[in-house]
């Protein structure tokens, strides 16, 4: 499984982003994908993630701020970040199934304050 991320960069607090995800490879037709992001010198938490039916869970520290989606391209998955704030940033990674067990290469989000 491939994953390709894109969408990062920097913004203003308070802004917005979305990242996008594209999954190519031996896909399960049910399968979980989710993003993480990991500041240098912590360890990566899981930001959201979203089954196939659409069901999807958030870190507390983004939710209501953060909205994770899937396309309507096969294995496509965006997360829409609204209101972000300097401690938003980070690299953001996204991952396919449960372990994770594939990672992307990571974007970058730099928000300033």
């Known amino acids: 499984v491939q994953l390709v991320e894109s969408g990062g960069g920097l913004v203003q607090a308070g802004g917005s982003l979305r990242l996008s995800c594209a999954a190519s490879?031996?896909?399960?037709?049910?399968?979980?994908m989710a993003w993480y992001r990991q500041v240098p010198g912590k360890q990566r938490e899981l930001v959201a993630g979203?089954?196939?039916?659409?069901?999807?869970n958030y870190a507390d520290s983004v939710r209501g701020r953060f909205t994770i989606s899937r396309g309507n391209v096969k294995n496509t998955v965006y997360l829409q970040m609204n209101s972000l704030k300097p401690e938003d940033t980070a690299v953001y990674y996204c991952?396919?199934?449960?372990?994770?067990?594939?990672w992307g290469q990571g974007t970058q989000v730099t928000v300033s304050s």
């Open positions: 979203i089954t196939t039916s659409g069901g999807t």
């Open positions: 991952t396919y199934g449960l372990g994770p067990d594939y």
């Open positions: 490879g031996s896909i399960f037709s049910i399968n979980f």
